[in-house]
């Protein structure tokens, strides 16, 4: 990569590697131990938008080594077939990370967080409820991707949607093509026809859709055959006793139809953590907390000091 601070690298995961971004801070001694800080990416996107580009980058110009990773399936790390959204991948794919860290001679294994994004900060919740080597959590506009598949994304009939999943899946069984679905309008045009109002909805199309944060990987699609498992599946599940890391959310208060504001409010009064705070930033949406300069430093004026003080 350009960037001289910046080490591409190839992660083993079960039987395929993981593409990961490390991003070191200024003047890095590989010969010192450092705190390190897992970035995961939003459902849908990828390690070089908000992930890697702005919060990794962010974090290690703070002393911290930061690594945005692609999901399994997805961006630029194996598995097949292509955008499988399976949450036990999503979770697992912080262990591999994390199995990865541990062998750098300058990770300190006892400073290991996470920050996750949208989907990512769901996966991160969940992950670190199991992934005990995690030390700090902290999460910006987190999601509850099961839920959707509940809710929003099958229009309230999950039963309706697993039906034609498992439909699906059989056709494909016996031969017939993938259908890979777009969560986005194509274009800002085409969601103002299709009527869509939403603030998310909009805001996302925005940023995926335009060259604020468009990239070859942030394809914004869920394979349909492979969605079941989410229908059955909750981020934060056993909250109440599992989770109990210092934990630092971070929401917007101009909700939309993804629901972070919502999962962000009730992960913190959920959780079992007798460390954690709590972070609306005013006036901001789910998307302005992805890359707009002035929510983007007010999520990290109290994220930084969180993972300074618990790493």
């Not at 934060?236 to 917007?252: K, S």
């Not at 009730?266 to 901001?284: H, N, P, Q, T, W």
């Amino acid at each position: 990569m350009a960037n001289e601070n910046v080490k591409s690298v190839q992660i083993k995961a079960l039987a395929w590697d993981i593409a990961a971004d490390i991003y070191f801070p200024p003047g890095f001694d590989a010969k010192q131990k450092y705190p390190v800080i897992i970035s995961a990416h939003p459902t849908g996107s990828c390690k070089e938008q908000t992930s890697g580009n702005v919060y990794a980058t962010a974090l290690a110009e703070q002393g911290f080594v930061a690594i945005a990773f692609d999901a399994s399936f997805q961006g630029a790390s194996g598995g097949e077939p292509r955008f499988t959204e399976d949450p036990a991948f999503r979770v697992g794919d912080f262990s591999y990370v994390i199995d990865y860290l541990v062998t750098q001679p300058y990770v300190d294994e006892n400073r290991i967080g996470v920050l996750g994004i949208c989907g990512g900060g769901g996966y991160a919740v969940n992950a670190t409820m199991t992934e005990r080597r995690i030390k700090a959590l902290g999460t910006v506009v987190a999601g509850n991707v099961g839920r959707l598949m509940r809710e929003g994304f099958v229009n309230y009939d999950p039963l309706a949607a697993l039906e034609a999943i498992a439909a699906q899946r059989t056709a494909e069984a016996r031969g017939a093509d993938g259908v890979v679905n777009d969560l986005l309008p194509p274009s800002m045009d085409a969601a103002k026809e299709a009527g869509v109002t939403d603030i998310d909805v909009c805001e996302a199309t925005e940023y995926y859709k335009t060259d604020r944060g468009i990239a070859p990987h942030g394809a914004t699609s869920f394979r349909f055959s492979r969605q079941a498992a989410l229908a059955n599946w909750d981020a934060f599940d056993r909250a109440e006793v599992l989770l109990t890391q210092p934990m630092c959310v971070v929401i917007g208060d101009r909700p939309g139809a993804f629901g972070s504001y919502r999962a962000g409010m009730e992960i913190y009064g959920r959780a079992a953590s007798k460390d954690k705070e709590l972070v609306v930033v005013e006036g901001a949406s789910h998307y302005d907390l992805y890359d707009k300069p002035e929510p983007v430093a007010a999520a990290l004026e109290r994220l930084i000091p969180f993972y300074k003080k618990h790493l």
